[in-house]
């Protein structure tokens, strides 16, 4: 019934357009569209909305014909299908159980954030995912995953993803896992304001068990002009150099919630990472200017499961500081990843003599790096949450919308201000 509709810009607009437009045609759509856009007026008033909101994908699957811009790249056997009826009973949804429904090219805004809701149902867990482009069409290494659980029932889905630090294009992609058969209908993509990320946020962290953690009161010795920019509302520029993991860290939200706490300030995320990869592989070659260096960032976060062993990460360390003598460097721990204490009993709650917590640990203290042991705070929540590590995770190694919750706040809780 309605195509996808790009880039119609929409002064204020109500959180019901979604709903009204899956009961009119295409072409009466767009009308009343352009007159809210030409009236400045908003059908019901909306407090979350941002001032300035893009449409990105309004695509409700109701045509007799599925529409020319979403893909099915087929599984084996190829299994999606264009079937009907869809969430309310009537009209189409889309279906597969392997292979990928993929969704039009869109153009983002970087270091924004947008909001993705849906109506899904799945026998199983469903990957969607964000990938993107460079303008030309080049598949950018970074990318943003999460799932969806399992339901007999169509239920709407709602979650944020951020922009990359580039001018960026972007596909939305929907993919089931373990053949097991999802349905999708009813798709918006559209523009967040940071305040509506944060309270997201909060809400999916406020159904889960909470995170016990009391930050350090001697924290920040090393990290003092990255402190200063946070107090005085001031931008900062953050490199994430690492893996998947740290990739999923920088999708976690816990930008948006410490500039809440910070009011004014803003913490842009660039995220160097390639999957799989780490400061074994980075510190060879001119992998260090090209991840670290050309970017000139405020602050350099270290992290990761790949990084192969501490003295590699000392290594890049410093040949970032050979030429940026004086930028904060904040090291972190690896979380998630393998470490399930339900399925390595054997994983200790308090780092080891002469393991790889320790040593890293020595590496940031010896030069001159803040630290923060993400590894232990994740393993020693996950296995005291009374939650299987199912519930935190997206697949073996990966977090979902509550893992990467956990990070969040541990991150938010290492930033917060410290109570006099």
């Not at 893009?54 to 014909?65: G, K, S």
């Not at 976690?252 to 995220?271: H, L």
């Not at 923060?372 to 199912?390: F, I, Q, R, S």
Request: aromatic share 12%; proline share 7%; hydrophobic share 40%.
């Amino acid at each position: 019934m309605v195509a996808s509709l790009q880039l119609i810009r929409v002064e204020t607009v109500s959180p019901f357009l979604p709903i009204f437009a899956h009961f009119i045609n295409p072409i009466c759509m767009k009308a009343i569209i352009s007159g809210i856009l030409f009236l400045s007026f908003a059908i019901i008033p909306f407090s979350n909305a941002s001032s300035d909101i893009e449409i990105q994908i309004l695509e409700f699957f109701d045509n007799n014909a599925a529409p020319a811009d979403w893909k099915y790249e087929a599984g084996n056997p190829p299994t999606g299908e264009w079937l009907a009826p869809g969430a309310n009973g009537k009209g189409h949804c889309i279906t597969a159980s392997n292979g990928a429904w993929g969704g039009p090219m869109i153009q983002l805004e970087p270091y924004e954030y947008y909001r993705l809701s849906f109506k899904g149902k799945s026998s199983g867990k469903c990957y969607w995912f964000l990938n993107f482009y460079t303008p030309d069409g080049k598949e950018y290494p970074v990318d943003h995953y999460n799932c969806f659980e399992a339901s007999a029932d169509w239920e709407p889905k709602e979650y944020y993803f951020r922009c990359i630090a580039n001018e960026s294009k972007a596909r939305l992609f929907f993919r089931p896992m373990n053949d097991k058969p999802a349905f999708i209908d009813d798709v918006v993509i559209q523009k967040a304001n940071r305040k509506t990320v944060a309270e997201w946020a909060d809400r999916v962290y406020a159904a889960m068990p909470p995170v016990k953690y009391q930050a350090p009161a001697d924290r920040w010795q090393l990290i003092p002009k990255t402190m200063a920019a946070l107090r005085g509302g001031k931008t900062l520029k953050v490199v994430m150099l690492g893996d998947s993991i740290v990739n999923d860290t920088g999708n976690s939200a816990y930008d948006v919630r410490i500039e809440r706490m910070y009011p004014g300030a803003r913490w842009n995320i660039v995220q160097s990472i390639r999957g799989s990869t780490g400061c074994k592989a980075y510190k060879e070659g001119n992998w260090v200017k090209e991840m670290v260096l050309d970017h000139q960032p405020d602050l350099l976060m270290i992290g990761g499961i790949s990084n192969g062993d501490a003295e590699s990460v000392r290594t890049v360390i410093r040949q970032v500081r050979a030429k940026m003598p004086d930028l904060e460097i904040f090291v972190m721990s690896g979380p998630i990843g393998r470490v399930d204490p339900f399925k390595y009993p054997d994983w200790k709650t308090e780092p080891q003599p002469g393991e790889y917590r320790t040593q890293l640990r020595t590496v940031a203290a010896d030069e001159k790096c803040e630290f923060l042991d993400m590894e232990t705070l994740w393993g020693n929540y996950v296995k005291t949450a009374g939650k299987d590590w199912d519930y935190f995770t997206r697949d073996e190694l990966h977090g979902n919308s509550e893992g990467r919750q956990v990070l969040s706040k541990l991150l938010e809780t290492y930033f917060a201000p410290k109570v006099p």
